[in-house]
């Protein structure tokens, strides 16, 4: 990823979450990094495809979460 490209997120994630979003962001991607190697695999096709089939099956029986409840629990427990 360019410099420019990474300056231009960082710019849209300052203007656009809170502090304690940020924080949290930032404690998430330290712990991605600090992760073994071979945890950071990347996924087969199939293990993909697995995971979106769930995902459908998820959203068909309504087990989903709002965008709006997700942010207000995370409000709450900052």
Avoid at 31 to 37: D, Q, V
Avoid at 48 to 77: C, H, K, P, T
Wanted: charged share 35%.
């Amino acid at each position: 990823m360019s410099t420019a490209t990474l300056a231009s997120l960082r710019d849209y994630l300052f203007g656009t979450l809170s502090t304690s979003d940020m924080i949290w962001l930032v404690e998430e991607m330290k712990n991605h990094m600090r992760a073994p190697e071979e945890k950071l695999k990347p996924y087969t096709m199939e293990e993909l495809n697995a995971r979106i089939d769930q995902s459908e099956r998820d959203i068909a029986e309504g087990r989903v979460y709002e965008f709006d409840d997700v942010m207000r629990d995370l409000e709450e427990a900052c």
